[in-house]
């Protein structure tokens, strides 16, 4: 058998090849467990996010993490230790053969997860939140439409801003009335014919004044709601508002942009995900959500009316810009305020400001109807034209018999339409707040969720996680055999719940 041999200086070159291409296969690995550590930190926290609040998204279409996970205290670490236990579930692994020689090339282990910046969905007075909804709903409602709408809220606004105060109207010219102290004034009641010796009795059979003014001291949900026994009796429990309580905070810089065209997708939104009296959404806590966030009191009943109260003076309006631009109708209220004004032995001082009163009176008639019909789901115009005006001032009486409603328009807005114009000219901090309050008395109506608060949601949020790795090769080699130390691996990962 023959003997082999090596030189000394072939042994030595073979060891520092050896060891050279240790080094390579180490440095290879250590890129590689850098890359590594990138995917598992965005996979650890794309997972934990991934436990959004389950009611937010599927009855109002938000995705948000409740940093509080259910409990009364909002805390990062919370967050911290569900992006811990994703990472921990994600960073084990099986590597098949080589795992049977206790060979993990990519073996990291997690050193710590520190969540360092987050936004609050409460940041910025409600901006935050607007924003969030606002980006939702651009993909939806595109600019063209956003400007139509807003062109016809104006319009809206510039009607109810110009037209006089009728309650004011109907009651000064009352008073005047009175103060003349005729009997004919007092009477609610108006003879149906040419009894007496006084001209005109027989033109009107009830006093629009006096009907008005009885119409205006009912109960406007009797006036208006069909069976007032139906509305509802909730209540929105929450113990303080958002308004006025101290909030949670979030670390990050809020940078958004408010204006018109934000409004108007902030309206889309409640029109997509918030119920009122003639639409409701199937299993929300609130059955008037959008005259909560108009009116914001706790009742849901005292909400109800106080929308209609302001819907009344809205279309009081418009009806009364109306009849100043009909000279037939307003030829009969100049006749109808002369009749009254005979029977008062009223001077032309009198007169005229009965028939100011009686335009008054007639366009809030003809607002009660309106009403009335947008309550039952049928479509009112911002201003009316002659073929679509239903009241009688002849005979108010019988335009109001038997619960009537105001005629069938073919175009017009419908009753969610006149609360979203409304809705338009609350300040954003004000809206934002009675909004997210609508969402948190859906979640404290289940018991599960009952701690639940919308100061405790995270819109987005910034997590550093280190990891720490062991050589494998570099101990191979010549220079690494007594290298006992670790590698350490930083990554920080922002996730945003924002499109």
Wanted: charged share 30%.
């Amino acid at each position: 058998m023959k003997r082999g041999s090596i030189t000394i200086f072939a042994a030595l070159s073979m060891m520092l090849t050896a060891s050279l291409l240790f080094t390579l296969l180490e440095s290879a690995r250590v890129y590689g467990l850098q890359s590594y550590a990138e995917l598992k930190t965005e996979t650890g926290v794309v997972s934990a996010c991934a436990e959004y609040q389950p009611l937010l998204w599927q009855d109002y279409g938000l995705l948000l993490l409740d940093g509080a996970c259910c409990m009364e205290k909002f805390s990062v670490e919370h967050t911290e230790d569900a992006v811990r236990q994703n990472l921990q579930k994600n960073l084990q692994r099986d590597n098949g053969f080589l795992n049977r020689f206790r060979l993990d090339l990519f073996r990291l282990k997690e050193e710590g997860v520190e969540l360092t910046d987050y936004q609050l969905l409460t940041d910025g007075k409600g901006e935050v939140f607007l924003h969030l909804i606002s980006e939702r709903m651009k993909e939806t409602l595109p600019i063209e439409l956003a400007e139509t709408i807003y062109n016809r809220i104006k319009e809206g606004k510039k009607i109810e801003d110009g037209a006089a105060n009728t309650s004011e109207l109907i009651f000064n010219a009352k008073k005047r009335l009175e103060s003349k102290g005729q009997e004919g004034t007092k009477r609610k009641e108006f003879p149906d014919h040419a009894s007496t010796d006084r001209p005109g009795d027989d033109m009107i059979k009830k006093n629009p004044l006096e009907f008005a003014v009885n119409l205006k001291e009912s109960p406007v949900l009797e006036l208006v709601v069909e069976n007032p026994s139906q509305i509802s009796q909730k209540n929105t429990g929450l113990k303080d508002s958002l308004l006025k309580r101290k909030k949670e905070a979030g670390t990050m810089e809020i940078n958004v942009k408010a204006d018109w065209y934000r409004k108007i997708l902030t309206l889309g939104y409640l029109n997509n995900y918030y119920s009122c009296y003639t639409k409701k959404q199937e299993n929300h806590f609130m059955d008037y959500e959008m005259e909560y966030v108009l009116c914001g009191k706790p009742a849901e009943k005292d909400n109800l009316e106080g929308a209609i109260n302001r819907l009344l003076l809205i279309r009081e309006a418009a009806n009364v810009l109306y009849l100043t631009t009909d000279k037939e109708k307003m030829d009969l209220a100049e006749a109808i305020a002369t009749v009254i004004g005979l029977l008062a032995e009223g001077n032309e001082a009198v007169i005229k400001a009965v028939k100011a009163a009686i335009i008054g009176a007639w366009a809030f008639l003809e607002s009660v109807l309106d009403v009335r019909s947008l309550l039952a789901g049928e479509k009112i115009p911002l201003i009316k034209n002659e073929k679509e005006w239903t009241t009688n001032v002849n005979d108010i009486s019988e335009s109001f018999r038997e619960h009537a409603t105001a005629k069938k328009c073919e175009s017009g807005l419908f009753y969610s339409d006149y609360l979203l114009q409304m809705i338009f000219f609350i300040g954003n901090e004000k809206l934002a707040c009675r909004m997210m309050e609508v969402m948190e008395s859906h979640l404290k109506s289940h018991e599960v969720y009952s701690n639940s608060r919308m100061d405790h949601m995270l819109v987005q949020l910034k997590c550093r996680i280190s990891y720490y790795a062991t050589p494998v090769f570099y101990h191979l080699s010549i220079i690494g055999r007594k290298y006992k130390d670790r590698y350490y691996f930083r990554n920080e990962y922002k996730f945003s719940f924002v499109p």
